[in-house]
């Protein structure tokens, strides 16, 4: 199992990005897929999440401003970040989750500066 995130960088508040996590060695069509952050000093947060269904849930701090969106013909795994805030500033994680299990791949880092 292998998740490759990438479209981290620097960006100015107001601004956008899209972040991308190609998976291979599974199809993520069979998983729920998710993505996390860690902001420096803080814990790992769920941002978002895609079931299999399409079904999405968002954390409360980016309801509204970030879209989480699959492929499942290119197994890649989007999250469009709109509206950004030097807040969401943090490594973001793209992870594959099957019931109690999950599986991580390395992270891209996203800074947002006012």
């Known amino acids: 199992v292998q998740l490759q995130a990438s479209g981290g960088g620097s960006v100015l508040a107001g601004g956008s990005r899209r972040l991308s996590c190609v998976a291979s060695?599974?199809?993520?069509?069979?998983?729920?897929m998710c993505w996390y952050r860690q902001a420096p000093g803080k814990l790992r947060e769920l941002v978002a999440s895609?079931?299999?269904?399409?079904?999405?849930n968002y954390a409360d701090s980016v309801k509204g401003r970030f879209t989480i969106s699959r492929d499942n013909t290119e197994n890649t795994v989007y999250l469009q970040m709109n509206s950004l805030k030097p807040e969401d500033t943090a490594v973001y994680y793209c992870?594959?989750?099957?019931?109690?299990?999950?599986?991580w791949g390395q992270g891209t880092l996203v800074t947002v500066s006012s």
């Open positions: 992870v594959v989750r099957s019931g109690p299990n999950a599986a």
């Open positions: 060695g599974f199809s993520i069509s069979m998983y729920e």
């Open positions: 895609i079931s299999t269904v399409q079904n999405t």
